[in-house]
């Protein structure tokens, strides 16, 4: 019974340092502010590359059926990246944590390259046209497991938010001994 409620306090501290981490860096607007433009940026990039977002001749919209599940998925990747990256920013300005820059931004890189589907894109057809036949293998494989790579990247994605927010809460924890002196 004892081991219920330890495992239960430890998921509600969990659940409580990742809502913590996100009000204590989206309390500023700068941060909201460069979340939503990261966001909007990536968006339109996705978009773009997964040829459903157009600017020439006109700004054209077009969303098929087949598409909405990728569609879907990359705003969440969009938004998570948004939302990571702007911790990221956060945690570099503010904290005083020894964090390099690999691995800062790391997760969200791997997040981005995996992404942007290079099937689905004219990337496809510059690593096709660039490596000839493992070209062709290589987008064989990935139009093939476009939608579990792409979820694969999702969680990444959480796995980031996760350990961004463990730097954020633990770094604001003390140790007390016995008598309630800060050690």
């Given at each position: 019974m004892r081991d219920k409620k330890i495992k239960s306090s430890s998921i509600?501290?969990?659940?409580?340092s990742l809502i913590l981490s996100f009000k204590m860096v989206f309390s500023r607007w700068l941060y909201v502010l460069i979340a939503g433009i990261v966001a909007s940026v990536l968006?339109?990039?996705f978009n773009i590359f997964d040829q459903l977002l157009f600017f020439s001749p006109i700004v054209i919209f077009y969303l098929p059926d087949d598409a909405i599940v990728s569609?879907?998925?990359?705003?969440?990747t969009a938004i998570l990246l948004g939302i990571v990256i702007s911790m990221n920013v956060y945690v570099f300005k503010h904290s005083k944590l020894r964090i390099n820059?690999?691995?800062?931004?790391?997760?969200?890189?791997?997040?981005?390259?995996?992404?942007?589907c290079a099937s689905c894109s004219s990337?496809?057809?510059?690593?096709?046209?660039?490596?000839?036949?493992?070209?062709?293998?290589?987008?064989?494989?990935?139009?093939?497991?476009?939608i579990p790579i792409r979820l694969v990247s999702i969680m990444?994605?959480?796995?980031?938010?996760?350990?961004?927010?463990?730097?954020?809460?633990?770094?604001?924890?003390?140790?007390?001994?016995?008598?309630?002196?800060?050690?």
């Open positions: 509600i501290n969990r659940q409580n968006w339109i990039l569609f879907i998925i990359s705003n969440i820059l690999t691995s800062l931004f790391s997760w969200s890189s791997i997040s981005v390259i995996s992404s942007a990337i496809g057809l510059l690593l096709v046209t660039t490596l000839g036949g493992i070209g062709v293998s290589a987008l064989t494989f990935l139009s093939n497991y476009q990444l994605l959480i796995w980031a938010y996760y350990s961004i927010s463990n730097k954020l809460t633990k770094s604001c924890k003390f140790n007390y001994n016995n008598e309630g002196d800060k050690v």
